[in-house]
């Protein structure tokens, strides 16, 4: 008998018909409105899930999963997962790392942009009939090109976005992570590390691409906005939570930094309504991997490393593979 995998979501039916030659498949394609005790109840029928970064997956589901085996995660972030749980209970847990690497950069130059050079503001003001004549001071923005480029988290993701700001841009990258990278990469994206109270005195444009973890909870709050310029701009393409967006709302409101980029949001898709209050953020709904490439090439990856486990005992990207090597 094949085994049996759930799809948690919407996704390509290509990627469907895929799985549906190597295993029973449960689809969602209508979106569910997954409530915990419905999802783990679903999760509990099947050997495998391809999951979309969003759903829980902890001891308490897992407690009433035996016959689970492996979760695949569509996304690269992985904080609905709590893998050292799926460790324990000998489930394997991949993710979908390397393929959006260079989406995202763009989609973090797109904000940073937009945010410096006042796009949707801009672009609000064309559209509401204020536009009267050219005026020299009209809607200025901050400098991108030669400016200084501070990235907090330096990934895959990170290192890319240095890339775009040091050879496209001209500027000059600061960047601070848990370890230092080697000289090679530094030299690769003619990134400088520094601390971060040094980068965020700093920088003109700070970007942040560091994964989610109870470490890394509001990275960015009050504190650290008063460290920074008040002409600099902020962008999240990383996770909610990372940014005390209360405290952002705030220093944006204030004028205490003069604009922000974000996707990603404490608690989305609901956004902190002092942020919808301020004119100078640009607001994404949690798209920095969204070309249909891309998220193909996401979904076509965690199906790989279902079939890979199931077919060969192995997964290509896998987060626990000490739970592997124990099969
Ligand atoms: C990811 O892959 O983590 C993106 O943020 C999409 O969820």
């Known amino acids: 008998m094949k085994p049996a995998i759930i799809v948690s979501r919407p996704i390509y039916a290509e990627v469907i018909d895929r799985l549906r030659n190597h295993f029973e498949v449960t689809a969602h394609q209508t979106d569910p409105e997954w409530t915990l005790a419905g999802w783990t109840q679903a999760l509990s029928a099947h050997d495998g899930a391809l999951t979309m970064g969003i759903e829980p997956v902890n001891d308490a589901v897992l407690s009433a999963c035996p016959r689970l085996k492996i979760c695949a995660n569509l996304s690269v972030g992985y904080n609905n997962f709590d893998v050292p749980a799926m460790t324990r209970h000998r489930v394997v847990a991949t993710n979908a790392p390397d393929v959006l690497t260079e989406t995202t950069a763009d989609f973090g130059f797109a904000l940073l942009m937009a945010a410096a050079r006042r796009v949707t503001e801009a672009e609000r003001y ?18 991108v090109h030669g400016s200084t480029l501070g990235i907090i988290g330096m990934g895959r993701i990170g290192q890319a976005v240095a890339r775009r700001g040091a050879l496209g841009f001209g500027m000059r990258v600061l960047y601070h992570n848990r370890s230092r990278l080697s000289a090679e990469a530094e030299a690769e994206c003619r990134a400088s590390y520094v601390t971060k109270q040094a980068l965020l005195e700093q920088a003109d444009h700070v970007v942040l691409v560091l994964p989610y973890s109870k470490e890394s909870h509001h990275t960015i709050g009050a504190a650290e906005l008063a460290m920074m310029k008040p002409t ?74 279902l079939i890979a486990f199931f077919e060969k005992g192995t997964t290509l990207t896998p987060l626990n593979p000490e739970v592997l090597a124990a099969i």
């Open 126 to 143: 064309v559209r509401a009939g204020h536009w009267q004549k050219w005026a020299l001071d009209m809607l200025p923005g901050m400098a």
């Open 232 to 305: 600099a701009t902020l962008v999240n393409i990383a996770r909610g939570g990372i940014v005390d967006d209360a405290a952002l709302a705030q220093a944006l409101l204030s004028g205490q930094i003069a604009a922000a980029g974000l996707d990603v949001f404490e608690g989305e898709p609901s956004v902190h309504p002092d942020l919808l209050k301020a004119s100078n953020v640009v607001l994404a709904p949690h798209i920095g991997s969204s070309t249909r490439a891309t998220r193909l090439a996401m979904a076509h990856l965690a199906a790989d490393n």
